[in-house]
């Protein structure tokens, strides 16, 4: 499927050049923004082989809180912190992927899910990861000297890795690899899978593990933005917004989850300052979407754009 | 003469219920052979003890002379065992092409790395699988197809695409699960005749069948079991003569046309 | 730790799980009939315990008449979502997974709206704590769990000797063959999400005196029912029971020698144990 650069190329340029030209505002609201849209196709990297994590939250936080931890208790580098967070995101992914990703759909869901719980209970109820009400004066790296304590220097932290990880995400999707988890999308496949000598436990597990990795890191990253953290940040609210934004905006291409955290995030920044009506909102637009455009908004950019260039003469 | 698949006294117990009792037999290299018999006769339980879905309760298979007994399917694989199922078992998403290619992991790793950045080998493996997918389809005379998304091919295509994956990981011993099975007459015909004339050259095919008639036209040799043992072992002709095969069959429709 | 120590962990745990297995029932035969775990399942409950506050509270009619009022708007509002949502999303299970996750957030989200972060409260109903062999009971709890006990016993006679129960087990076994026989499949499944739902309201309007109400209580009783069914064995229905009072004593002893946070953690640790390895649960038959 190939994809014509160009929207691709005008967005990053556009993200280049935001800090020139935008507001104090409008800065936090690319961060989030960004932050979100990692998340989301992080999600959508396992939601491809047939997997719903509903626990993603439970790995942003493992990363926000090995962050917090290596640097605020523990006096270690944020940039350190931000590395240290991937690795033991991942790592956990991948021990509880090896247990786990043998089960399929609603059983791997509510293992993941109850993982979630578990990391946000851990956390709450030892003292030195802050308890209830977190940590605080979380540092922010520093980039020669200069620490990153505003939020237009904070932005090219946020962008930078957003970027890489949207780019090894995308790039990895169009290899052998990304190819062959697709044979691992049902329980049938699967197996056709296996007799054909490909090992799925590890691939499976390897993906699950990179997602998290991934998830992982952003979450140290907006621990970092944040300068706090505390068991209420990353919740199964979080994990349900995350699929929002990937099922609304359709789960069959990488694009989808981009557009759909980039929108919805959009509209919950701008439109409510009240978590429930944002909670409301969202979870009506995806009704709307699962009931009656299976494919996620990009379906519909994907049909507005075919019709628009098939019109003028063929 | 090697034998390729030896099965020495193989019995499998579900529960008390004896599916196979010490069944026995060699499989020639290059041969193509029918696992045949009534319904319940433990056809299948054979074929997916074999095929390593689980293991015999006694008894020992042995691959090219290597114990493969109870080993796991993608274990299996990398042994040189290849296995078609009887449902039509296709990657839905990827073309007739891809779907082959998916056969070559056996030989060729997934290469992560060369994947993410695109090196020059990585590149030149995609070069050299895309064009040996197409000669694997091109046995099973399905290379026009190549870039038709598997979910749309109909049910005979399919069948042999099914076949061509397996063919991909280059086996030393293909089990074909019922093959004709839903096909017309013209279709089994024609998978018969490509298996019979075309597989047969690249490994051994060892295949469960009900069409008798194909049995017959097309296969080597015929192991016939009844109720978990195996009650004759030759040429299909002497088949129908055997009276313990037309015991087992009486009444059945089917037996020497 | 005395033996009157325990044996008052156990009693509670006993009728806590009295209580929990009402909700997770109703989870259950929504899973046996159409395979989707209702992830709605814990805001129902929530409503419920809502709606007693609203009805029994700030209406003031009188018990009998707004309990059966509260299961109709629980039964009627499972009815529409199964009419208007999972029947349209048949045979899919990732968007019926989701589905049911969108239908949780509007129920909950429309609750914090509409009735508000105040904590309520429903005065006892009946007070007064019952003393025997040193283990204290509050009466109102042990009422719960006997009249909880009672609907479970119904919902037995229902399941097993009616022919709608008949019909919902066929479903349950073999939906191609129950319908092939003429099974309206498409009936019972409404009928089988509304009594689901109306379950898991009852379940919460039993809770409603004894704990405070508020939106957010709904996710502490879907998180007991998922561990129960899970434990018990997806759409099984006597697993549901012993993994209930199961569940239910674990959590009371745990909170007893470990305190209520690590009961808490280890209720989940269990449940991803027997996920790990022994999906089908205690009870179930994969």
């Not at chain 1, 869901?109 to 578990?118: K, M, Q, W």
């Not at chain 3, 989940?268 to 089908?280: D, E, G, W, Y």
């Given at each position: 499927?190939?994809?014509?650069?160009?929207p691709?190329?005008?967005?990053?340029?556009?993200?280049?050049?935001?800090?020139?030209?935008?507001?104090?505002?409008?800065?936090?609201?690319?961060?989030v923004?960004?932050?979100?849209?990692?998340?989301?196709?992080?999600?959508?990297?396992?939601?491809?082989?047939?997997?719903?994590?509903?626990?993603?939250?439970?790995?942003?936080?493992?990363?926000?809180?090995?962050?917090v931890?290596?640097?605020?208790?523990?006096?270690?580098?944020p940039?350190w912190?931000?590395?240290g967070?991937?690795?033991?995101s991942?790592?956990?992914?991948?021990?509880?992927?090896?247990m786990?990703m043998r089960l399929?759909?609603i059983?791997?869901?509510?293992?993941?899910?109850?993982?979630?719980?578990?990391?946000?209970?851990f956390?709450?109820?030892?003292?030195?990861f802050?308890g209830?009400?977190?940590?605080?004066?979380?540092?922010?790296?520093?980039?020669?000297?200069?620490?990153?304590?505003?939020?237009?220097?904070?932005?090219w932290?946020?962008?930078?890795?957003?970027?890489?990880?949207?780019?090894?995400?995308?790039r990895?999707?169009?290899?052998?690899?990304?190819?062959?988890?697709?044979?691992?999308?049902t329980?049938a496949?699967?197996?056709?899978?296996?007799?054909?000598?490909?090992?799925?436990a590890?691939?499976?597990?390897?993906?699950f593990a990179?997602?998290?990795?991934?998830?992982?890191?952003?979450?140290?990253?907006?621990?970092?933005?944040?300068?706090?953290i505390n068991?209420?940040?990353?919740?199964?609210?979080?994990?349900?917004?995350l699929?929002i934004?990937?099922?609304v905006?359709g789960?069959?291409?990488?694009?989808?989850?981009?557009?759909?955290?980039?929108?919805?995030?959009?509209?919950?920044?701008?439109?409510?300052?009240?978590?429930?009506?944002?909670?409301?909102?969202?979870?009506?637009?995806?009704?709307?979407?699962?009931?009656?455009?299976?494919?996620?908004?990009?379906?519909?950019?994907?049909?507005?754009?075919d019709?628009?260039?098939?019109?003028?003469?063929g | 003469?090697?034998?390729?698949?030896?099965?020495?006294n193989?019995s499998?117990?579900?529960?008390?219920?004896a599916?196979?009792?010490?069944?026995?037999?060699d499989?020639?290299?290059?041969?193509?052979?029918?696992?045949?018999?009534?319904?319940?006769?433990?056809?299948?339980?054979?074929?997916?003890?074999?095929?390593?879905v689980f293991?015999?309760?006694?008894g020992?298979?042995?691959?090219d002379g290597?114990?493969?007994?109870?080993l796991?399917?993608?274990?299996?694989a990398?042994?040189?065992?290849?296995?078609?199922?009887?449902?039509?078992?296709?990657?839905?998403?990827l073309?007739?092409l891809?779907?082959?290619?998916?056969?070559?992991?056996?030989?060729m790793?997934?290469?992560?790395?060369g994947?993410?950045?695109q090196?020059?080998?990585?590149r030149?493996?995609?070069?050299e699988?895309?064009?040996r997918?197409?000669?694997?389809l091109?046995?099973?005379d399905?290379?026009?197809?190549?870039?038709?998304?598997a979910?749309?091919?109909?049910?005979?295509?399919a069948?042999?695409l099914?076949?061509a994956i397996?063919?991909?990981?280059?086996?030393?011993l293909?089990l074909?699960?019922?093959?004709?099975?839903?096909l017309?007459?013209?279709e089994?015909?024609?998978?018969?005749?490509?298996?019979?004339?075309?597989?047969k050259?690249?490994?051994t095919?060892?295949?469960v069948?009900?069409?008798m008639r194909?049995?017959g036209r097309?296969c080597?040799?015929?192991?016939?079991?009844?109720?978990g043992?195996k009650?004759?072992?030759g040429?299909?002709?002497d088949l129908?003569?055997?009276?313990?095969?037309?015991n087992a069959?009486?009444g059945?429709?089917?037996?020497?046309? | 730790?005395?033996?009157t120590?325990?044996?008052?962990?156990?009693?509670?745990?006993?009728?806590?799980?009295?209580?929990?297995?009402?909700?997770?029932?109703?989870?259950?035969?929504?899973?046996?009939?159409?395979?989707i775990?209702?992830?709605?399942?814990?805001?129902?409950f929530?409503?419920?315990?809502?709606?007693?506050?609203?009805?029994?509270?700030?209406?003031?009619?009188?018990?009998l008449?707004a309990?059966?009022a509260?299961a109709?708007?629980?039964?009627?509002?499972?009815?529409?979502?199964?009419?208007?949502?999972?029947?349209?999303?048949?045979?899919?299970?990732?968007?019926?997974?989701?589905?049911?996750v969108?239908v949780?957030?509007?129920?909950?989200?429309?609750?914090?709206?509409?009735f508000?972060?105040?904590e309520?409260?429903?005065?006892?109903i009946?007070?007064?704590v019952l003393?025997a062999?040193?283990?204290?009971?509050?009466?109102?709890?042990?009422?719960?769990?006997?009249?909880?006990?009672?609907?479970?016993a119904?919902?037995?006679a229902v399941v097993?000797?009616?022919?709608?129960?008949?019909?919902?087990?066929?479903?349950e076994e073999?939906?191609?063959?129950?319908r092939?026989?003429?099974?309206?499949?498409?009936?019972?499944?409404?009928?089988?999400?509304?009594?689901g739902?109306?379950?898991?309201?009852?379940?919460?309007?039993?809770?409603?005196?004894?704990?405070?109400?508020?939106?957010?209580?709904?996710?502490?009783?879907i998180?007991?029912?998922?561990?129960?069914?899970?434990?018990?064995?997806?759409?099984?229905?006597?697993?549901t029971?012993?993994?209930?009072?199961?569940?239910?004593?674990?959590?009371?002893?745990?909170a007893?020698?470990?305190?209520?946070?690590s009961?808490?953690?280890?209720?989940?640790?269990?449940?991803?144990?027997?996920?790990?390895?022994r999906?089908?649960?205690?009870?179930?038959?994969?």
């Amino acid at each position: 499927m190939k994809q014509q650069a160009w929207p691709f190329v005008v967005c990053v340029l556009a993200l280049v050049l935001m800090p020139a030209v935008a507001s104090t505002y409008w800065m936090h609201i690319a961060i989030v923004v960004l932050l979100n849209i990692t998340y989301a196709v992080a999600l959508f990297s396992v939601l491809r082989m047939g997997y719903l994590s509903l626990g993603h939250a439970g790995f942003i936080a493992l990363g926000a809180y090995t962050c917090v931890v290596l640097t605020v208790r523990l006096h270690i580098s944020p940039w350190w912190g931000i590395l240290g967070a991937g690795l033991v995101s991942g790592a956990m992914a991948w021990g509880l992927g090896a247990m786990t990703m043998r089960l399929r759909g609603i059983y791997f869901s509510l293992a993941i899910f109850a993982f979630g719980e578990i990391v946000v209970a851990f956390f709450r109820a030892f003292d030195w990861f802050g308890g209830p009400s977190g940590i605080a004066n979380v540092p922010r790296p520093k980039f020669f000297g200069h620490a990153l304590n505003d939020h237009f220097s904070f932005y090219w932290l946020v962008l930078c890795l957003s970027l890489f990880f949207m780019a090894l995400l995308y790039r990895l999707q169009f290899t052998r690899y990304g190819a062959t988890l697709l044979t691992l999308k049902t329980e049938a496949s699967e197996r056709l899978a296996q007799s054909v000598g490909i090992d799925a436990a590890r691939l499976k597990t390897a993906t699950f593990a990179l997602s998290c990795a991934v998830v992982g890191t952003m979450g140290a990253v907006h621990a970092q933005y944040l300068m706090f953290i505390n068991p209420q940040v990353f919740t199964f609210l979080t994990s349900t917004d995350l699929l929002i934004y990937a099922m609304v905006g359709g789960i069959t291409q990488f694009w989808g989850p981009v557009i759909g955290a980039g929108l919805l995030t959009l509209l919950g920044e701008q439109l409510f300052s009240v978590g429930y009506w944002k909670t409301l909102v969202y979870a009506l637009v995806l009704m709307v979407v699962i009931l009656s455009l299976p494919g996620g908004l990009m379906s519909l950019i994907d049909r507005i754009r075919d019709r628009w260039l098939n019109k003028p003469g063929g | 003469m090697t034998a390729i698949l030896q099965i020495q006294n193989v019995s499998k117990q579900f529960d008390g219920l004896a599916a196979l009792s010490g069944v026995s037999f060699d499989v020639q290299q290059g041969e193509l052979l029918a696992l045949v018999g009534p319904n319940g006769a433990g056809k299948s339980t054979l074929f997916n003890a074999i095929a390593g879905v689980f293991s015999p309760t006694q008894g020992q298979i042995l691959l090219d002379g290597q114990d493969i007994t109870g080993l796991p399917s993608h274990a299996l694989a990398r042994r040189g065992l290849a296995r078609t199922f009887q449902m039509v078992n296709l990657f839905p998403e990827l073309t007739a092409l891809e779907n082959v290619m998916q056969g070559f992991h056996r030989h060729m790793p997934v290469d992560f790395m060369g994947g993410l950045f695109q090196t020059v080998a990585y590149r030149k493996d995609q070069a050299e699988w895309q064009t040996r997918a197409l000669d694997v389809l091109r046995i099973l005379d399905l290379q026009a197809l190549a870039d038709v998304p598997a979910q749309a091919l109909p049910l005979g295509q399919a069948k042999l695409l099914t076949v061509a994956i397996a063919m991909a990981t280059q086996p030393k011993l293909l089990l074909l699960d019922e093959p004709a099975a839903g096909l017309s007459h013209e279709e089994s015909s024609r998978m018969m005749d490509l298996v019979a004339s075309r597989v047969k050259t690249h490994c051994t095919v060892v295949l469960v069948e009900h069409n008798m008639r194909l049995v017959g036209r097309y296969c080597d040799r015929a192991v016939v079991l009844q109720f978990g043992q195996k009650i004759f072992d030759g040429i299909p002709q002497d088949l129908v003569h055997d009276p313990r095969v037309v015991n087992a069959y009486l009444g059945t429709a089917g037996m020497g046309t | 730790m005395s033996l009157t120590l325990l044996m008052q962990g156990l009693a509670i745990g006993l009728v806590n799980g009295a209580l929990y297995i009402l909700t997770a029932l109703g989870l259950t035969l929504i899973y046996g009939i159409l395979h989707i775990v209702n992830f709605a399942h814990g805001e129902v409950f929530m409503l419920g315990a809502m709606l007693v506050y609203v009805v029994y509270v700030l209406w003031e009619w009188p018990l009998l008449a707004a309990l059966p009022a509260i299961a109709a708007v629980a039964a009627m509002v499972g009815w529409l979502v199964e009419r208007g949502i999972f029947r349209r999303l048949r045979g899919q299970w990732l968007q019926l997974l989701v589905a049911t996750v969108g239908v949780s957030l509007i129920i909950q989200s429309l609750s914090w709206i509409v009735f508000g972060a105040q904590e309520k409260n429903v005065p006892s109903i009946l007070p007064g704590v019952l003393v025997a062999w040193g283990i204290r009971m509050p009466y109102e709890r042990l009422a719960a769990a006997g009249i909880a006990m009672c609907m479970v016993a119904a919902l037995y006679a229902v399941v097993y000797k009616t022919r709608s129960g008949l019909a919902m087990r066929a479903i349950e076994e073999d939906e191609e063959t129950a319908r092939m026989l003429g099974i309206d499949t498409d009936k019972v499944a409404g009928l089988a999400v509304a009594l689901g739902f109306a379950l898991a309201a009852m379940g919460g309007v039993f809770v409603a005196p004894i704990y405070s109400i508020n939106p957010g209580m709904g996710l502490e009783a879907i998180l007991m029912s998922f561990i129960i069914i899970i434990i018990g064995g997806l759409g099984n229905i006597t697993g549901t029971l012993v993994a209930g009072l199961f569940i239910g004593v674990v959590q009371s002893m745990g909170a007893l020698l470990l305190g209520a946070e690590s009961a808490h953690v280890l209720v989940f640790v269990v449940m991803i144990a027997v996920l790990i390895f022994r999906p089908q649960g205690l009870m179930g038959k994969l």
